[in-house]
T-cell receptor, first 116, second 114 residues
Framework: KAGVTQTPRYLIKTRGQQVTLSCSPISGHRSVSWYQQTPGQGLQFLFEYFSETQRNKGNFPGRFSGRQFSNSRSEMNVSTLELGDSALYLC???????????????FGEGSRLTVL | DQQVKQNSPSLSVQEGRISILNCDYTNSMFDYFLWYKKYPAEGPTFLISISSIKDKNEDGRFTVFLNKSAKHLSLHIVPSQPGDSAVYFCAASARGGTASKLTFGTGTRLQVTL
């Protein structure tokens, strides 16, 4: 079973630009979550999508947005980039939201964004 | 406001000994707790979880203990192996036992020495 695929793996942007990151979940998984990892902050929840609908949202400004397509692939977008947006952005998928013991979130390798 | 705290940023343990990683939380609504392991340049991988109705869950060399009254959980690895060297994240959910909207700690870097 192919894992969660994230593209691009690395990218460099400058302040004020915008960026779009892509995530393909494991085949058959309908739920996709996004997390931001920064040194000293751990992983922070951005948002979660299920069947093209945003189910949960973390405490991030409106510059951070996302969407999910009918094939479960997801994208997240960050507009008007700031230096503090430099981070590893991780996408994760799991099979059936609402089922108990679904701790097995499958993470991709992440997209490392550097903002200069 | 860090609702899940891992106060030890690093831990060094000899091969064959026990590794104990600790995690504290403040939100009493959390009802499901998980541990993830992360190697450099890889995404986190799920290790073990525990529901708030239990106080212990075991899976091979890994055991998680939950003390609800103290809002504390710990991960025990016995025996520790060099391949266990990684960053370990504690995570919690208040979503009825699902992995939805996890709150993570800042991680503990475990180094298992020969």
């Amino acid at each position: 079973k192919a894992g969660v695929t994230q593209t691009p793996r690395y990218l460099i942007k400058t302040r004020g630009q915008q960026v779009t990151l892509s995530c393909s979940p494991i085949s058959g998984h309908r739920s996709v979550s996004w997390y931001q990892q920064t040194p000293g902050q751990g992983l922070q929840f951005l948002f979660e999508y299920f069947s093209e609908t945003q189910r949960n949202k973390g405490n991030f400004p409106g510059r951070f947005s996302g969407r999910q397509f009918s094939n479960s692939r997801s994208e997240m977008n960050v507009s008007t980039l700031e230096l503090g947006d430099s981070a590893l952005y991780l996408c994760a998928s799991f099979g059936s939201p609402g089922r108990a013991n679904t701790g097995e979130l499958f993470f991709g390798e992440g997209s490392r964004l550097t903002v200069l | 406001d860090q609702q899940v705290k891992q106060n030890s940023p690093s831990l060094s343990v000899q091969e064959g000994r026990i590794s104990i990683l600790n995690c504290d939380y403040t939100n009493s609504m959390f009802d499901y707790f998980l541990w993830y392991k992360k190697y450099p340049a890889e995404g986190p991988t799920f290790l073990i979880s525990i529901s708030s109705i239990k106080d212990k869950n075991e899976d091979g060399r890994f055991t998680v203990f939950l003390n609800k009254s103290a809002k504390h959980l710990s991960l025990h690895i016995v025996p520790s192996q060099p391949g266990d060297s990684a960053v370990y994240f504690c995570a919690a959910s208040a979503r009825g036992g699902t992995a939805s909207k996890l709150t993570f700690g800042t991680g503990t870097r475990l180094q298992v020495t020969l």
